[in-house]
């Protein structure tokens, strides 16, 4: 069964940076599409950034020039490098597979089937 693990999360003040990392188990992760979304209290979770298996990728706009997403496939990680980081950043952060081995990038929430368990991102003003 694959799993997501994230980690990276943490306080920091406002203009700062994290970069959050998300560990996959499984010999497929090159043929995934990822996302890391985000989660504030009392709101909807929504979708951050995203990559395809062909490394294509999609910003929202509130976090974009600002965050940066990657992968490591040899690593089998997905990672979101977060700067200038702002207090309505913060959220709890997950990151999720699309396992289908669609070709382009999952941009609705219900195209991912799995899902980590999340690392709270907390900034400081």
């Known amino acids: 069964q694959v799993q997501l693990v994230e980690s990276g999360g943490g306080l920091v003040q406002a203009g700062g940076s994290l970069r959050l990392s998300c560990a996959v188990s499984g010999r497929t992760f090159s043929r995934y599409a990822m996302g890391w979304f985000r989660q504030a209290p009392g709101k909807e979770r929504e979708l951050v950034a995203a990559?395809?298996?062909?490394?294509?990728?999609y910003y929202s706009d509130s976090v974009k020039g600002r965050f940066t997403i990657s992968r490591a496939n040899a690593k089998n990680t997905v990672y979101l490098q977060m700067n200038n980081l702002k207090p309505e950043d913060t959220a709890d952060y997950y990151c999720a597979a699309d396992s289908t081995l669609s070709i382009g990038i999952a941009t609705m929430k219900n195209e991912y089937d799995i899902w980590g368990q999340g690392t709270q991102v907390t900034v400081s003003s």
């Open positions: 990559i395809s298996r062909g490394d294509s990728i």
